[in-house]
């Protein structure tokens, strides 16, 4: 049960964090103007790529403690190959499936698999913000992808600047170069 739970916390952590209707410098954020945030990881290491409304694309990747920008190109292969890995999985069973009108939660989650293998999924859809977590723990090894997507601009440099595992160096050139 440890997979469901988890996922789900960092799922509603990732939501609690963004905000679509944050203003930024005195406007709300225009309908069509969302950002999207990726982070996909295993054991190794972990890439982070944040796209603006109009495709302009920033990311960075963390290995052995050191953080790096790293070519869009890249980075969106990494996130293409972690994901296609990650759909390779089984389906896991589905534990919960809540919907209310502005609102919905889906987990999938295994953690008695016939491989020993941990597997879950987390969807949470809110007030135009869509957070999507995939994860799978297999003999100690683990891998997992997260997409937050329908944010504001706020959110976004909120999210570079709560990422621990970048230096400040990295996180002033991923806001430089998306114009945060």
Avoid: H
Wanted: net charge negative.
């Amino acid at each position: 049960m440890r997979i469901p739970i988890a996922l789900a916390a960092l799922a509603f952590g990732a939501l609690a964090g963004c905000s679509p209707t944050s203003e930024v410098a005195g406007k709300a954020a225009a309908p069509g103007k969302e950002w999207t945030m990726q982070v996909v990881g295993d054991d190794a290491g972990a890439v982070y790529v944040i796209t603006g409304p109009d495709g302009q694309t920033a990311a960075a990747r963390v290995a052995d403690g050191v953080s790096t920008l790293v070519d869009d190109a890249a980075a969106q292969s990494l996130v293409g190959e972690t994901r296609a890995a990650l759909a390779e999985t089984p389906e896991a069973p589905e534990r919960v499936d809540i919907a209310a009108p502005g609102f919905s939660l889906k987990v999938n989650a295994d953690d008695d698999s016939v491989d020993g293998a941990e597997r879950g999924k987390v969807a949470i859809r809110m007030g135009g913000v869509s957070v999507d977590v995939d994860g799978e723990d297999a003999g100690g090894a683990g891998r997992g992808a997260v997409r937050i997507s329908g944010v504001n601009a706020q959110a976004a440099g909120d999210f570079i600047d709560e990422i621990d595992d970048l230096s400040p160096e990295v996180k002033a050139q991923m806001r430089t170069k998306l114009g945060l």
